[in-house]
C-alpha cells in the first residue's frame, strides 16, 4: 500500500513548470471544465443547446498555463522552505 505524499515530496516531484502543467493544471481544468459541463446539461437538459467548446478552449489554456504556474510557484516556496528547515537543523 502506498503511504501518502508529504508536501516536501509533493514540492520536489512538482519542481519543474511543465510537471506542474500535468500534473496540477491540466487535472484542475479536466475538474473544472468537467463540473462547468454537467452543470450546463443539467440546466440545457431538452433545450438542444451545444457546449461552446471553441470558446471555452481558447479561455482555458491560458487559465490552465497560469494556474499552473501559480501552484508551480508556491511549490519552489515550500521547497526552498523545507530545505532551509532541514539544513538549519541539521547544523543545529
Not at 511543465?18 to 500534473?23: D, E, F, G, T
Not at 487535472?27 to 443539467?42: A, E, S, T
Amino acid at each position: 500500500m502506498h503511504r501518502p505524499l508529504t508536501l516536501e515530496q509533493i514540492s520536489i516531484r512538482c519542481a519543474t513548470y511543465w510537471q506542474s502543467v500535468l500534473r496540477f493544471g491540466l487535472p484542475f481544468i479536466v475538474l473544472y471544465r468537467g463540473i462547468d459541463y454537467g452543470i450546463f446539461r443539467i440546466i440545457t437538459e431538452k433545450a438542444g443547446l451545444v457546449y461552446p467548446w471553441r470558446a471555452v478552449a481558447t479561455t482555458d489554456v491560458p487559465l490552465m498555463l497560469l494556474v499552473s504556474a501559480i501552484w508551480w510557484a508556491l511549490m519552489r516556496q515550500v521547497a526552498s522552505w523545507k530545505r532551509k528547515e532541514g539544513s538549519a537543523r541539521e547544523s543545529g
